[in-house]
């Protein structure tokens, strides 16, 4: 009977301090995973508009003037 008193005892001293990592500990998960969400909706319309922008622009993707600056440097030697 002693120990279940001792054991009850500790149980409600241990209790605020269990609860308060409980607060934080859910807050934090509540925290990442709305970044985590809002990571991905970012990624994802990142993603899609990339994709409207290499369907509107033709080309290969390379840059032109890049090409004619080498092919200048190239002349000149």
Same mark, same amino acid.
Request: glycine share 12%; charged share 25%; aromatic share 2%.
């Given at each position: 009977?002693?120990?279940?008193?001792?054991?009850?005892?500790?149980?409600?001293? $241990?209790?605020? $301090?269990?609860?308060?990592?409980?607060?934080?500990?859910? /807050?934090?998960?509540? $925290?990442?995973?709305?970044?985590?969400? /809002?990571?991905?909706?970012?990624?994802?319309?990142?993603?899609?508009?990339?994709?409207?922008?290499?369907?509107?622009?033709?080309? =290969?993707g390379e840059d032109d003037d890049e090409d004619? =600056?080498?092919?200048?440097?190239? =002349?000149?030697?």
């Open positions: 009977m002693r120990t279940r008193r001792l054991a009850f005892l500790l149980l409600l001293l $241990a209790t605020p $301090a269990l609860s308060g990592c409980l607060v934080i500990g859910g /807050t934090a998960l509540v $925290a990442g995973t709305a970044i985590s969400v /809002t990571g991905t909706a970012l990624e994802t319309a990142g993603n899609a508009g990339e994709a409207v922008v290499r369907a509107a622009i033709p080309g =290969d004619e =600056d080498t092919e200048r440097r190239r =002349d000149r030697r």
